[in-house]
Each structure stands twice: as C-alpha cells, then as structure tokens.
C-alpha cells in the first residue's frame, strides 16, 4: 500500500529569501525544502512583506481571500502561492495594513505598536489554511513568538470541538529571549474566552505571553540545538520560563540547524569573486585581498582578518568584541572587519574604532546579504562571543568558508565547533567559557599563535571546510519528531 506523503504546515514570520533579519529565515527556508526533499509535503505559511511580491515575480493570487475575526473586527486578507517544487509550497498572507511596512517588526528601535494584532492574524491565517487545505496537514509546526499561540488556539478548537480533527502541534524555540510579552489587553485578539488566560496559557507576571502558550499546549516543543535544550530548562538561561520548560522537558528535543549549502558554498557562489574549496584554498586569499581592497583594509594576505556579521545585541556580545580588540589593536596586527546593525551605541562605538585604526579595522552599517558571503570567504578567523546561541549559523558557515571560528562554548556554539583540548584531530575552532573580554582576548591570542603556525593553521582550516553540517540529517530528526508525534515514539 502506498501511503500519501505526509503533510506538514510550518509558520513563522521571516522565510529566506523573501524576508529576513536572522537565522530564524535560513533555518525555516533549509528546513522546508529538506523535508520536501525527504518526502514530505510541505506547506510554508509566511506574510507577503512589502515589496516580495514584485521582487519575485512567480509568486500569484492563490484565489483565495478571506475574513478573520481579530477581537471585535473582522480584518480580510489574501493567500499568495509559490510552488517551489511538486511538495514544497509557500502560502503568503497579504493583509497589507499588517504587512507592507518597511519593517518586519520595527522602525528604527520601534516595535510596530499592533504586533500582536499582525501576529495573531498570521497565526490564524495559518490555522485557517490548515483547515481548509485541500489535503490538510497533519503537523502544523510553529517558530518563534510571532506564531507562539498557534498551540493554544488549535488545542482549544480541538477540545471544544469546533475543530475535532486538528493537527499535531510542534513548535520551535528558535530564541527564548524574545518572547512577545503584551498587555493582558491584546488577549482579545485571540477571539478565545477569558477563562482561557491563565498561568498554564499564555499569563505570565500579568502580561499575556505569546511564547508561554507554545509552552504549555505544543505536542512536542522543539529548540535548535541539543545544548540549548538543556540550558533553557536552567535560572541562567531560562529568561524567566524555566520552571514550565523543566515540567515539558521529556517533550522537549534540542536539534542542530543545519546549513543550506546551496547557498553557503565557496566553489560556484556568484556573491564571491573567486572560487575556492578544501583542495583548491588559493581563492581564499584572492577573496581575502579583494575585500581587504572594498572595505578600505590595507591589501595584505599575510594579515589575520578577523571577522563579524551580527545583529548588534546584547545576545551577540559584540560589546566583549569591542573591549578585546580596544586591547589587542595598539599591539597587533591583526585586522576587524565587521557588517551588522542594531544597537545605536554599539553601531556608533563600532564605526569609532574604525575611525581610530584606520586600514586595520572596517565597519559597515547594515543588512547585506551578499557582503556577508564575501565577509565569510575573506576572514581567516570569526568572531562569535554570544552570551546565549541558541543554533547560531554563521559559526557553520564560517567553518565552510574556512573562517576559523573563535566561539564561546554555549548553546549551538558549543554543539557545532570543536575546540583542540575535546579533540584535537578533529580540532576547527576555539572556545572560550567566560562571557568577559579578557576571555576573548585570551582566545583570539590563541588563535594568532594558530595563524603564526602554518600546519596546525592548515589543520584547522581542513577539519572546518570539510565538516558536515548539512540538513539532510537534521530534517531525519525531524521527520522521526513529527511521526513520534503522530503516532507515538
Ligand atoms: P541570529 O538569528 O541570532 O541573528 P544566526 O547566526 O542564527 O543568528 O543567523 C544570523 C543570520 O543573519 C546569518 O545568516 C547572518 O549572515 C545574517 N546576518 C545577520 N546580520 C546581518 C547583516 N547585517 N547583513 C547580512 N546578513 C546578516
Ligand atoms: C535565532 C537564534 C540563533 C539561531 C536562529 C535560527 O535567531 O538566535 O542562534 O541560529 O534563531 O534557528
């Protein structure tokens, strides 16, 4: 007997290559298209953004608009569809008012003041195409906040039979930090009843929890490392939801990303100048001296060009990058390079030290998706001293690119770079445990004496680029978590 294949439903509010401003986008896009490619059905419910649809000019009027009540309005919208391959399709919810902004989230610092307004409509936007799809799907999965009450309001259309036959539910913590708090007053949004909001919903410390209802009415919760699974349920990092992530734990599954290396590749990527892989690395040094030239760094192969891409938060630590290389830039060579934006005083202490050491250190201000490929294949080490990493991407992409990476040792960071002291033959990176620039200062001394010794460089360098970090076995994962799910482990 040949059994359909089966249909799963993923919704989350940023989708590469239509819209980003993390990982968050990679990781949803990689996943889809790894699970299409393992056999299953896949629909991907995402918001048409501003300027999507006429940037991609595949993408048409699926036919089909409808009306969804959001507290005491009813607000319409529209599906979009784009059929990337006979089992992957992603449905685009147009509700222009929510969505062609010019942010995803914000303006400047600003969050849009009706976030959970335009979220609870993707939300059920998402719930609505579930239902109604011509071959419904099984699992609807959830990421991030943005879709964090989906759980709960399917769970609470199963039990009170408006829904009897709903989905599973699986839903991703992608980033615990971000948790979509708002007054209780955005609860009527939801459209469910107040005895529906509780401390075992979406209540939390009198504000209502979008993350929270995930928590408690997910059938299994997922996060993007194995590490991060188990720190999450700790006071440290548990951001004030540790107590109910411990109750969840045996629901609870850490699962590395994995990285699209169709789109992170060094040999035929045409955001880079020169092509290069593990056999043949002079590209690397080409890369390296043609960026050294665009960003106004002195052209010098010989010089270690350290590395980083990032929003610019207090997760990242880019403060610690800031104090270590205050330290090491008077009595160094080395060079910085850096492409991020975010906080405006960590933007402006940036571009400062660029300022103080011109030719050694660049700064550019900014989302540009094809510079940071030519970032990744120029640096010789990279630069990630996050405080928390649930996943992290940039440290397996930087190891494909041949960008050491100098990482501390937490979250996904840990999971995915090995550090000589665990194992020195598979060695592709350095960890460091404090969160304090004299820690970082300490690793990146290491990494120059690294850079000083060509063989354990080369070494590294080799471990790193030929490393495996694609997706097809974190979808396998996945694949087993949904049929868990459906039918029991
Ligand atoms: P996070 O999702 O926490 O920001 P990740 O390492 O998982 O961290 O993913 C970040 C992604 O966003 C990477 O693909 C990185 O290259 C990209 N990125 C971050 N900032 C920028 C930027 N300013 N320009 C281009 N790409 C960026
Ligand atoms: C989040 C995390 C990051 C992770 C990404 C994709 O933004 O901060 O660590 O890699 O999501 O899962």
Redesign the pocket.
């Known amino acids: 007997m040949n059994l359909p294949p089966m249909h799963v439903l993923l919704a989350a509010s940023e989708l590469h290559p239509f819209s980003k401003t993390?990982?968050?986008a990679?990781?949803v896009a990689a996943l889809g298209q790894a699970a299409a490619q393992a056999g299953c059905r896949v629909t991907i419910v995402t918001p048409l953004y501003r300027g999507i649809a006429a940037k991609h000019p595949g993408i048409r009027r699926a036919g089909w608009k409808f009306d969804l009540p959001l507290g005491k309005d009813l607000v319409s919208g529209e599906f979009w569809q784009l059929d990337l391959s006979p089992g992957l399709s992603i449905w685009f919810v147009d509700q222009p008012a929510f969505f062609d902004r010019p942010g995803l989230y914000n303006e400047g610092q600003r969050d849009y003041a009706d976030n959970a307004q335009r979220f609870l409509f993707l939300t059920k936007a998402a719930m609505l195409a579930a239902r109604y799809h011509p071959e419904p799907p099984s699992i609807i999965h959830g990421h991030d906040w943005q879709v964090g009450l989906l759980p709960l309001l399917v769970h609470f259309a199963r039990v009170t039979g408006s829904w009897p036959d709903a989905p599973r539910t699986v839903f991703t913590i992608?980033?615990l930090a971000y948790q979509g708090v708002f007054p209780v007053e955005a609860w009527q949004y939801t459209n469910l009843p107040w005895s529906w909001f509780h401390l075992e919903s979406a209540a939390h410390y009198g504000q209502l929890n979008f993350l929270k209802g995930a928590l408690y009415l997910a059938d299994a919760l997922t996060t993007?490392s194995p590490r991060y699974a188990v720190e999450i349920c700790t006071t440290e990092y548990g951001c004030g939801l540790e107590g109910i992530l411990r109750r969840r734990e045996h629901d609870l599954t850490g699962i590395l990303?994995g990285v699209d290396y169709q789109e992170w590749n060094t040999q035929a990527n045409p955001a880079l100048p020169f092509a290069y892989d593990a056999q043949h690395p002079a590209g690397k040094a080409a890369n390296k001296e043609a960026l050294q030239a665009e960003m106004g760094l002195a052209v010098d192969a010989s010089v270690p060009l350290f590395g980083n891409i990032s929003r610019l938060t207090d997760?990242k630590g880019c403060d610690l990058i800031l104090a270590a290389l205050e330290r090491l830039m008077p009595e160094t060579r080395l060079q910085f390079v850096l492409l991020g934006s975010g906080d405006p005083e960590l933007q402006e202490a940036f571009q400062a030290l660029a300022a103080e050491y011109p030719g050694k250190v660049a700064v550019r201000i900014g989302f540009h998706a094809r510079l940071a490929h030519r970032i990744e294949a120029a640096c010789d080490f990279y630069l990630m001293p996050s405080r928390f990493?649930?996943?992290?991407?940039n440290q397996m992409y930087s190891l494909r690119y041949g960008a050491i990476p100098i990482v501390r040792c937490t979250?996904?960071l840990a999971d995915s770079v090995t550090d000589p002291r665990d194992d020195p033959d598979r060695a592709n990176g350095i960890h460091f445990h404090e969160p304090t620039a004299e820690a970082l200062v300490w690793a990146i001394r290491k990494a120059l004496a690294v850079h000083e010794d060509p063989e354990a460089f080369r070494h590294f360098r080799l471990n790193g680029m030929t490393a495996d970090f694609s997706w097809e076995k974190q979808a396998a994962e996945y694949l087993r978590l949904y049929g868990d799910v459906l039918h029991g482990p």
């Open positions: 993390g990982g968050l990679d990781a992608h980033n993007v990303n997760q990493e649930p996943c992290g991407l979250g996904g």
